[in-house]
């Protein structure tokens, strides 16, 4: 047998497997995940003045129906992760809680931080064939293309009611920032292997889910909108939770907060009671961050010191 030929079948095969992010050898995989535990912890006691939970509690509808959504909207992105990582490397359900670590450490830390903790308890948890990092690599890139295709489809069935409210946004704003999400849509399409490491048939599958969790991330909040504002057509909901997620994804545009209060304002009326429930639910939202992150941050410390 040709020794050569092994040798370069073997580096061939080297090209699309993703190397670790650090070599195995360092110790840093053992010490993140307690790292992330107690910057957790500080986020929470940094911004637990942002919160008067006492009043936000007697504000909120106190029916079932109300906390049931709310907590599923909440958990849509952890529970749609899991299931793909479920997928890929058959994780315990036990992995939720380091999904949820990495939602509310991109969150309420720094961006794609937790993508990088999940990177390093998958590297502890989960067996599997090389490493993990691809996997996560190229869920975190589908996610944004995902979120992407969705925005410039709604856009495009939304245009006609978008062009006649008052956006205050320019045309060369809106126009670059639409190229720019065409352009980051299309470029990890096309690269192909090049980016991705997972099999064809895998990113399908994973961007079908991240598919499924943003328009079932959509309907849910026009739910939530409409069973604080009852007497507002379901419809009128998701037209704007439409809106909402075609600004929030345009990169360009500034103040977009304070641009979807005016849209919902002007499409629904009543300024002071659209304003109170946009506000209510942000601050419901953050509280919840703070909560599950006080939980799972102290759990991750507790854990470390019980630790043999």
Not at 251 to 257: H, R
């Amino acid at each position: 047998m040709d020794t050569s030929s092994l040798i370069d079948g073997a580096a061939a095969r080297d090209l699309y497997v993703p190397a670790p992010l650090v070599k195995s050898g360092r110790n840093w995989v053992a010490w993140f995940g307690p790292v992330i535990s107690l910057a957790l912890l500080a986020a929470v006691f940094l911004q637990r003045g942002s919160v008067d939970i006492p009043a936000l509690l007697g504000l909120v509808p106190r029916t079932p129906l109300f906390w049931g959504l709310f907590l599923l909207t909440y958990s849509l992105t952890p529970l749609f992760d899991w299931l793909i990582f479920h997928r890929l490397w058959s994780i315990p359900a036990g992995g939720l809680a380091a999904l949820f670590r990495k939602r509310l450490s991109n969150e309420l830390l720094l961006g794609y931080v937790g993508d990088v903790y999940f990177y390093t308890w998958a590297r502890r948890h989960v067996r599997m064939e090389g490493s993990p990092f691809g996997a996560v690599k190229d869920s975190a890139i589908l996610s944004g293309v995902m979120g992407n295709v969705v925005t410039l489809v709604m856009l495009a069935l939304t245009f006609p009611l978008l062009s006649s409210l008052p956006l205050a946004i320019d045309g060369r704003t809106l126009g670059v920032s639409l190229g720019i999400l065409v352009l980051t849509s299309v470029v990890p399409m096309l690269l192909g292997r090049r980016i991705f490491g997972l099999p064809p048939a895998e990113r399908r599958m994973v961007a079908g889910v991240h598919f499924l969790r943003i328009v079932a991330n959509l309907l849910f909040y026009a739910l939530l909108w409409h069973l604080m504002l009852p007497d507002v057509a379901i419809s009128w909901w998701v037209m704007l939770s439409t809106v909402r997620l075609v600004l929030s994804r345009l990169p360009l545009v500034p103040n977009k907060d304070v641009l979807f209060a005016g849209v919902a304002t002007f499409l629904v009326g009543r300024e002071g009671e659209i304003a109170e429930i946009l506000g209510l639910l942000a601050s419901l939202l953050l509280a919840t961050h703070l909560l599950v992150g006080l939980l799972l941050g102290a759990s991750g410390v507790i854990r470390r010191r019980m630790a043999p």
